[in-house]
């Protein structure tokens, strides 16, 4: 690999979502660059544990009133342990950035089956479960210990199996090489470019206009990009692209966290798309 640096040249050209879709159908590529999304806020780890916590003291409660309130906060902390679950494969996925991002639970349900995280016997369980918190924070009903135990564990163990299957830490980004070095020095994160060698898919979550497209070089140094930005683009046209570049390419080789590929974005010309 050269390790000569160089400045890219991109001339950006606006395409649509179908225009992408059946340029990406053409090539052919190996692997990729992915990005590491870290959890929103608390992550799900920690509220399901303070659900299990919650069960542990209502166990040990000898109050009536002391028993239900934990009860209550149980399947609250479980059901948003999930949520948070939920809104981390749809970062993670891009699909928060779409023109239509899923808003209600059924919506998002819908988004996870599309690219697999869960099925539809899974989705079903977990609507059971939900309607289990519904009960308790809109109609007011105070769930047994026998329902906060059934559903903090159940939650508990939905959230591990899901993770298990597909991480929601790994987003995709780029699909396809192109050479370039990245990593850490004395003076902290660096990238540079070293030159276009193939075709990409590149999924661009980041400021100012997040984006799907291709770059197609010309030579080492020039590129032509064409892209749709995703506030563009729906979350059907995203999940047809995402398996596409799936199949395409294979998974990412590796995996860097969201502010050295920012960095590397930005050497690479890709924020100018």
């Known amino acids: 690999m050269s390790s000569e640096r160089l400045q890219p040249i991109v001339n950006v050209k606006s395409a649509t979502a179908a225009d992408i879709l059946g ?19 608390e992550g799900p780890d920690r509220l ?3 659900a299990l916590q919650e069960v542990n003291n209502a166990m040990q409660s000898t109050s009536k009133e002391e028993k239900e309130h934990h009860c209550v ?45 869960i099925d539809e016997l899974t989705s079903r369980v977990l609507e059971r ?18 329902v906060a135990e059934d559903v903090a564990e159940l939650l508990r163990r939905t959230v591990f199996a899901i993770r298990t299957q597909s991480s929601p830490e790994h987003g995709p980004w780029i699909f396809g090489i192109f050479l370039h070095s990245l990593g850490f020095g004395r003076k902290g994160r660096y990238a540079e470019f070293h030159g276009w060698s193939e075709p990409l898919a590149v999924f661009s979550r980041f400021a100012p206009q997040p984006w799907v497209g291709l770059v197609l070089p010309e030579n080492k140094t020039k590129a032509l990009i064409r892209r749709v930005l995703l506030k563009e683009t729906t979350t059907d046209e995203l999940v047809q692209l995402l398996l596409l570049a799936g199949r395409k390419f294979g998974a990412p080789s590796s995996y860097a966290d969201a502010q050295s590929c920012e960095l590397l974005a930005s050497e690479a010309r890709l924020h100018d798309a």
């Open 48 to 50: 399901v544990n303070w």
């Open 23 to 41: 340029g990406l159908e053409a090539l052919e590529g190996r692997s990729g660059e992915g990005v590491i999304v870290q959890a929103l806020v």
């Open 73 to 117: 906060d149980a399947v609250l902390h479980a059901r948003r342990g999930l949520a948070c679950l939920v809104d981390w494969y749809l970062e993670r996925d891009l699909a928060t950035l779409c023109k239509n991002a899923p808003a209600t639970p059924k919506q998002q349900v819908r988004f996870l089956i599309a690219r697999g995280v």
């Open 129 to 146: 479960a939900i309607q289990k918190r519904n009960d308790a924070e809109h109609r007011y009903i105070s769930p047994t210990l026998e």
